[in-house]
């Protein structure tokens, strides 16, 4: 593969128009690292992935892959490659043919770019479909041939489009793994748009959150995961539960914070921080799986908060089932529990419950 190379964007934005796609987007991703953009549709990231490759131009801001600045470069000469959401196969071509096209289009002789496009379909265990049109492939063989095509121009940086978004569920999971194999043997750095936090997650070394243009946090996906940055992040990342109030006190090793919806509960001081310092608003998470269900009549331990709900869903999800909550202030609250955990105190919807947590699980959101 090419040299490693980072990637770097520095105050990047586009705009169409009057309207402005990506909003100022600075970001580093480290050579060698697979990293994923992350976010709804329309947020930027696809955008952000084509001017990157050459086939948008930034309005403003600069991109550098490695130390070179590319913003004029043609996609050619940036030292990338990019593999479309849709694949972009020709369809009069043979799998072999594609993959040997681009070293076809630079003057190659053909017994060595058959060679070497043989090389790559091996590398994705595509060979003995060497001589078969991409209309006789499947889609999850499809995406291999596209991956052999973008790998053998010898990237240092190889940009995917969500390139798992047309396969069914099983297919995806092994695709993520194959994704994740070629990353790790070829070194090279992997820029990999999605909006499936699941995929996310279980690729990236690396998750960039963006919404409306911009990035919301960066991290790795445990660092998200637990600390989330914005209520925007909790949200979209799913499992957790956001609760607002107003600091009205401290006592010992808890702030006191009365719900907006009525109630008080605690969190720690020492991740109280708020963004209006005078008035006290503060946001803060708890992750589902990490709040339990009691009956009403149960006295909450020391060292925890407790708020007092009805059961308004029961979702069963496989290993885990979630139970959606209504506060009697009327927060919704998210509570995730084992399957096993789930039969051994069932509960029915319109039941009475306690959610409990302990103070040390909520997470104070930066910004509110």
């Known amino acids: 593969m090419g040299d490693l190379a980072d990637v770097e964007l520095a105050a990047v934005t586009k705009r169409f128009g009057n309207s402005i796609a990506v909003n100022a987007v600075s970001l580093r991703i480290p050579k060698g690292a697979y990293c994923c953009l992350l976010g709804p549709s329309g947020c930027g990231k696809t955008t952000t992935l084509r001017m990157i490759a050459g086939h948008e131009t930034a309005s403003s801001g600069d991109i ?3 130390d070179e600045i590319v913003n004029h470069l043609p996609p050619a000469r940036r030292r990338t490659a990019m593999m479309f959401q849709d694949y972009a196969l020709f369809p009069h071509l043979s799998c072999l043919d594609n993959v040997a096209f681009s070293l076809k289009m630079r003057g190659v002789p053909k017994v060595e770019r058959r060679r070497r496009a043989t090389e790559f379909l091996e590398r994705v265990h595509m060979a003995e479909y060497a001589h078969r049109l991409p209309s006789q492939l499947s889609g999850g063989q499809r995406q291999r041939v596209a991956l052999a095509r973008a790998l053998i121009t010898n990237p240092s940086v190889l940009l995917l489009d969500e390139p798992l978004s047309a396969l069914d569920p099983v297919l995806r999971g092994r695709m993520r793994e194959e994704l994740r194999r070629l990353q790790s043997d070829l070194g090279i750095t992997f820029v990999h748009v999605t909006h499936s936090q699941e995929e996310a997650f279980a690729l990236a070394d690396l998750v960039v959150v963006m919404n409306r243009g911009a990035v919301e946090q960066v991290g790795s996906p445990r660092d998200i995961y637990n600390r989330p940055g914005t209520a925007f992040v ?5 499992g957790h539960t956001i609760l607002a109030g107003r600091r009205v006190g401290a006592e010992g090793d808890r702030t006191w914070v009365r719900l907006r919806t009525g109630g008080t509960v605690a969190i720690p001081p020492r991740r109280a921080q708020t963004r209006d310092a005078e008035a006290g608003d503060v946001e803060f998470t708890v992750r589902s799986d990490r709040i339990r269900l009691a009956p009403r009549a149960d006295t909450t331990p020391a060292g925890h908060n407790s708020l007092a709900a009805t ?57 509110g």
């Open 64 to 66: 550098l892959v490695g």
């Open 311 to 367: 059961i308004v869903s029961i979702e069963y999800q496989g290993a885990l089932v979630r139970i959606g909550l209504e506060t009697d202030g009327g927060d919704a609250v998210s509570v995730l529990m084992t399957e096993s955990g789930f039969e051994q105190r069932p509960v029915q919807a319109g039941g009475r419950v306690t959610a409990i947590w302990a103070i040390d699980d909520g997470h104070v959101l930066a910004g």
């Open 234 to 238: 909790a949200e979209f990342i799913g």
